[in-house]
């Protein structure tokens, strides 16, 4: 079956390391995106590519970063300038075409203690 | 810019019928979507809107007008399952930007 995979579920780090998060598809989508969300609050967009090896900010990129290297993948990395890391992240992707939403994966809820 | 607004949380009875609505402001508009996110999971897609007019599926039906920025999410013989976030997102060239999303609270 097709799908969109994050992992791991709970990751918890210290504060000031690096930490990445893993997002695997094989629903050959062409983009992919990350998102954060904070309790009670809706979806904010961190990172998003259309192809492989071009990735663009979203409108919370400070303290992020990712890669595209294979179209499968699309890592984030949550850097030690993030202020506020702690949050539920989100991965999706979609077909390039416009009437395409979004297929989630399961999530990473991301605790720096 | 985009700006998407929908009530924060609602309560209705089981059984009964309750409509979500959302508001937007967008340039560039390609579809609304809504999505279905019970805690601590992924959301799960819904519906879409790309014309003005409602779209029925089973117990969920959503509306779109597009000349108000306007849309509705109207669900059906509600069930306890029923209780969770409801995210309005506007597609718009490309990317879906989401709302706050309104947690709906479905009570016996």
């Known amino acids: 079956d097709g799908g969109i995979t994050q992992s791991p579920k709970y990751l918890f780090r210290k504060e000031g390391q690096n930490v990445t998060l893993s997002c695997e598809q094989n629903?050959?989508?062409?983009?992919m995106y990350w998102y954060r969300q904070d309790p009670g609050q809706g979806l904010r967009l961190i990172y998003y590519?259309?192809?492989?090896?071009?990735?663009q900010k979203g409108d919370i990129a400070e303290g992020y970063s990712v890669s595209r290297e294979k179209k499968e993948s699309f890592p984030l990395t949550v850097t030690s300038a993030q202020k506020n890391p702690t949050a539920f992240y989100l991965c999706?992707?979609?077909?390039?075409?416009?009437?395409?939403?979004?297929?989630f994966g399961s999530g990473t809820r991301l605790t720096v203690v | 810019g985009q700006n998407i607004d929908q009530p924060t949380e609602m309560t209705a009875t089981e059984g009964a019928i309750v409509q979500i609505n959302c508001t937007y402001q967008?340039?560039?508009?390609?579809?609304l979507f809504w999505y279905q996110q019970h805690a601590g999971e992924a959301p799960t897609f819904l519906s879409y809107?790309?014309?003005?007019g409602l779209e029925e599926k089973g117990r969920f039906s959503s509306f779109l007008s597009r000349s108000k920025g306007y849309s509705y999410l109207l669900l059906k013989e509600l069930q306890m399952k029923d209780s969770a976030s409801y995210l309005c997102?506007?597609?718009?060239?490309?990317?879906?930007?989401f709302g706050s999303g309104t947690q709906l609270t479905v009570l016996p």
């Open positions: 999706a992707s979609s077909m390039a075409v416009a009437n395409y939403g979004y297929t």
């Open positions: 629903l050959n989508h062409d983009a």
């Open positions: 590519s259309q192809i492989v090896n071009d990735f």
């Open positions: 967008t340039s560039g508009f390609n579809g």
């Open positions: 809107n790309v014309l003005d």
């Open positions: 997102a506007v597609r718009a060239p490309r990317q879906l930007t």
